[in-house]
């Protein structure tokens, strides 16, 4: 069981599942959730190597490692803190 935190909160997330929906609820705005409007932008603030690798999308979008699109993201292992 992986897990997603943000401000104090932990939130339990499966291995390999999709961030989007538990942001969504933290109040991350999303616009297209296909990786191309940029509107729900993220920091992750730790555990960046436990989320899957950038893909196309973001990287024509200048994402990197730590500054990620949330409706890109899924944790694939462990802890990941994020801000925004
Ligand atoms: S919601 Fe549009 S890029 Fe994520």
């Not at 616009?31 to 436990?50: A, Y």
């Not at 950038?54 to 990287?59: D, I, T």
């Not at 500054?67 to 803190?81: D, F, I, W």
């Given at each position: 069981?992986?897990?997603?935190?943000?401000?104090?909160?932990?939130?339990?997330?499966?291995?390999?599942?999709?961030?989007?929906?538990?942001?969504?609820?933290?109040?991350?705005?999303?616009?297209?959730?296909?990786?191309?409007?940029?509107?729900?932008?993220?920091?992750?603030?730790?555990?960046?190597?436990?989320l899957?690798?950038?893909?196309?999308?973001?990287?024509?979008?200048?994402?990197?490692r730590?500054?990620?699109?949330?409706?890109?993201?899924?944790?694939?292992?462990?802890?990941?803190?994020?801000?925004?």
């Open positions: 069981m992986a897990k997603l935190l943000y401000n104090g909160k932990e939130i339990e997330v499966k291995d390999g599942e999709a961030i989007k929906d538990y942001v969504r609820e933290l109040g991350v705005p999303f616009g297209c959730e296909h990786g191309v409007c940029g509107t729900c932008q993220i920091d992750i603030v730790s555990g960046e190597e436990n899957n690798a950038l893909n196309e999308a973001e990287e024509d979008m200048g994402r990197d730590t500054h990620r699109l949330a409706c890109q993201c899924k944790v694939l292992k462990g802890n990941v803190e994020i801000r925004f």
